[in-house]
């Protein structure tokens, strides 16, 4: 399949009530020719990769179903067009997230109102069975009564799918609560009938093992009754909980602006957002948020960006910057051309990759659904050798049934299939808060291996807001035209010292256009070539004598020189400044403290690349300079052949082939849409010290899913022992099992709190 281009598509999964459903679903959908699937039981859904020559959605569709669980199919979403995006084209992902999110309300509400009912029943059951004194004259048909439609109603969510999976031959954890269960109630149907329990006389006690001590007229009513309770209560907050932890990709859906002034005809008119082409003018006034990505036209204000990258200082924005949608103005009136729309939007990204993240397994997590699949088949053959093993040592019938019904019960796989998924859904989650997004699981092994940490100097320690400090002219010719010339052949040019020359013209020049440059050619690393006005313009790095002194003199003062030849005479010399960001020197002596090695990578001098890590606190020997473009991939390489695991922030084009070679890839949220596709994680605030959280998230991720695992993994080697040997009863056996899910949760919600570098 690596040479067929593979169709993306995620699909909702209804029904799956442990890894072991998961796990099945996954296999039906990979025995598929042309399909490779990835179930998330957490998230209940389907990431599907497949070739569409040989299947299609439906076909995917009807799989699942045939497995026994339900699917929907998300509705197409094309890619958006100058034409009007109407609801269905602009925000289909906010639409089929909507409708899950009301089919999980209704669920909780529906598992709420049966935990309820069968609590008010299953009350009184316990009292009547545990407290001597509450115990009259034929109470226990009363419980018989009381407890009947707790098993029946109340445990339907365990029973259902039991028997939906042995009409497809399979088993998960439901049957085992579903065994156990009617084990102890048809146990106590049969007691309360033929066994002598059903006399009036009979009394029962509190016991922690569930054996009362009356042979064939013990009743575990109790226990039946107790297990569903417990199950019920720990499945609604597990349902709670997967619903809160996917509230990152609601509120990033949910972020947008609802209404925008769209300029048309040369009036403002208020329409819906979700209806703005592409191109289109629109005003954004003081207060409201910014429809969509664009860049600005007119006016000056301060841009919050907060919500979208955890970075609460606003941001001067002008004429020419750029915007992104969902952003607050906080001042001035801007007037705003969309540069994106609909699903193409930087809020719309956040929300796939949130969603994909979300969607994908940890390496760990793919062993523990293995597991699973074997888990449940080999619960029901201990609990049976239990039994056999009870009788054939003397114990009484009852207390042999007992400690097998207790083997099935505290066995359920729950907390273990939860353990890895419900912590990557809250720390996917909590990223977006801060601003990271991280594009999956298999991410968190690599932060905590890394120990080398190489940053591209420009549009990462610095601003790359470059702007031209001076410009020297050589003998026999003028600065103003070392400049117009220069400007003429960088115009062409996209990179950030040519844009740099550029403007610094047109703003000491605004009622003079540049001469047209012709044959134009650009060597990466190296600079450009032209024809301006019939004379050849050679602008970039260069060996001439001549220039030497002045390139000199630049580099020490720790700005960039670039050198102009006309018709191959050195011409003269055009020095650019570079800012570092206020926040990378403290970003650094973080990374240092999580014990990794930062190193400054730069295309740029020595001279000048020394002196910017002088500036943040990085070593001398730390610093490689004078590397063209695409060499940088080469010295990660170089450095993974040392021994080195080495992490790679960068933003440019150039940096795409380091980040991807890099054992884990950052890329800043402002730079280029190729860097940021080939990084592991995307900082969408641009700030280094976005790198440090992202590192610090990652490995609290992976502390806390190596506890969650470690709980799930003792809590079965020392309890299912515990229950075989009769210490412990079915209703307190589902008590634990139903804790454990719930310890799981709880631990995994801890994530919440992490705070990130910046409080």
């Known amino acids: 399949m690596a040479d067929v281009a593979m169709t993306k598509i995620n699909i909702p999964v209804s029904g799956m009530t442990c890894t072991s459903c998961s796990s099945r679903v996954e296999r039906k959908l990979n025995k598929m020719d042309g399909v490779a699937a990835v179930v998330n039981f957490a998230t209940e859904t389907a990431q599907v990769e497949y070739d569409a020559d040989a299947v299609t959605p439906d076909d995917l569709k009807a799989t699942i179903e045939a497995t026994g669980y339900g699917a929907e199919l998300p509705q197409p979403q094309p890619e958006p067009t100058a034409q009007p995006a109407d609801t269905a084209e602009a925000t289909p992902a906010s639409a089929e997230t909507s409708a899950t999110e009301d089919a999980a309300a209704l669920h909780i509400a529906s598992l709420k109102q049966r935990l309820i009912v069968t609590a008010l029943l299953t009350i009184p059951v316990m009292a009547l069975s545990m407290v001597p004194a509450l115990q009259f004259r034929f109470w226990q048909w009363i419980v018989f009564a ?26 998960s954890m439901d049957t085992l609560i579903t065994l156990g269960t009617s084990a102890a109630y048809w146990w106590s149907v049969y007691a309360l009938l033929w066994g002598g329990a059903g006399e009036p006389g009979l009394e029962m006690s509190m016991s922690f093992t569930g054996s009362h001590g009356h042979g064939m007229a013990d009743i575990y009513l109790e226990a039946a009754a107790g297990v569903i309770l417990f199950l019920l209560f720990g499945r609604w907050l597990e349902a709670k909980a997967k619903r809160s932890s996917a509230a990152a990709l609601r509120s990033i859906l949910q972020l947008g602006a609802k209404e925008v002034s769209v300029i048309r005809g040369g009036q403002e008119q208020r329409i819906s957002a979700e209806q703005l082409q592409l191109g289109e003018q629109f005003v954004v006034r003081p207060g409201e948020k910014i429809a969509t990505d664009g860049t600005i036209d007119d006016g000056h204000s301060a841009v919050d960006e907060s919500m979208l990258t955890g970075e609460s200082v606003p941001v001067e924005v002008g004429p020419g910057d750029t915007v992104t949608g969902a952003s607050v103005n906080t001042s001035g009136r801007l007037i705003v051309t969309a540069t994106r729309v609909g699903n193409n939007t930087t809020l719309a990204q956040m929300a796939r990759l949130v969603e994909e993240a979300q969607a994908r397994k940890a390496p760990v997590q793919r062993l523990v659904d293995r597991i699973s699949q074997f888990f449940v088949p080999t619960v029901i053959v201990v609990s049976i050798l239990t039994l056999i093993v009870h009788l054939w040592l003397g114990s009484t019938t009852a207390e042999s049934f007992t400690a097998a019904v207790a083997v099935m019960i505290i066995a359920c796989p729950c907390a273990l299939g939860l353990a890895t998924p419900m912590s990557l859904m809250v720390a996917s989650g909590k990223g977006a808060s801060l601003g990271l997004i991280i594009k999956g699981p298999e991410v968190l092994e690599s932060t905590r291996r890394v120990d080398t940490i190489v940053l591209d100097k420009t549009g990462t320690v610095t601003t790359g807001d470059m702007s031209v400090d001076h410009v020297f002219a050589a003998e026999g010719f003028t600065a103003d035209e070392v400049l117009r010339l220069a400007a003429a052949a960088e115009n062409a040019s996209e990179h950030p010292l040519a844009r740099a020359v550029t403007k610094h013209y047109n703003d000491n020049h605004p009622d003079t256009a540049l001469p047209q440059v012709d044959s134009f050619h650009s060597t990466a690393g190296i600079g450009v070539e032209g024809t301006v006005e019939g004379r050849k313009v050679t602008v970039g790095k260069s060996t001439a004598p001549a220039l030497q002194a002045e390139i000199e003199q630049a580099q020490a003062a720790g700005t960039t020189p670039i050198s102009v030849l006309i018709d191959d005479n050195p011409a003269g010399v055009i020095t650019i400044s570079d800012t570092v960001k206020p926040s990378s020197a403290d970003a650094i002596g973080k990374l240092r403290e999580l014990g990794l090695r930062p190193m400054l990578l730069t295309g740029d001098n020595a001279a000048t690349a020394q ?53 884990l890839g950052l890329s800043m949220g402002t730079g280029t849409d190729s860097a940021i ?15 440090v959280d992202a590192i610090e998230l990652s490995r609290a991720t992976l502390r806390n899913i190596k506890g969650n695992l470690f709980w799930a993994f003792a809590y079965n080697v020392v309890l299912i ?5 009769g210490l412990l009863g079915p209703m307190w056996a589902g008590a634990a099992m139903a804790f454990s899910s719930v310890f799981v949760v709880l631990n995994a919600q801890r994530l919440r709190t992490f705070g990130g570098s910046r409080g």
């Open 721 to 725: 022992p515990v229950a075989a040997i």
């Open 611 to 663: 002196a910017v890590a002088k500036q943040v606190g990085i070593a001398t020997e730390d610093v490689i300079a004078d590397v063209l473009p695409d060499e940088k991939a080469q010295v990660i390489t170089d450095l993974q052949h040392d021994g080195k695991i080495v992490a790679m922030v960068g933003d440019g084009v150039n940096d795409a082939a380091a980040l991807t070679a890099a054992d």
């Open 146 to 171: 009381l407890a009947s439609p707790v098993y029946f109603w109340g445990g339907w969510p365990f029973h259902s799918v039991t028997l939906r999976n042995l009409r497809h031959g399979a088993v």
């Open 677 to 691: 596709e080939a990084s592991d994680i995307t900082l969408v605030r641009g700030d280094l010290l976005a790198a």
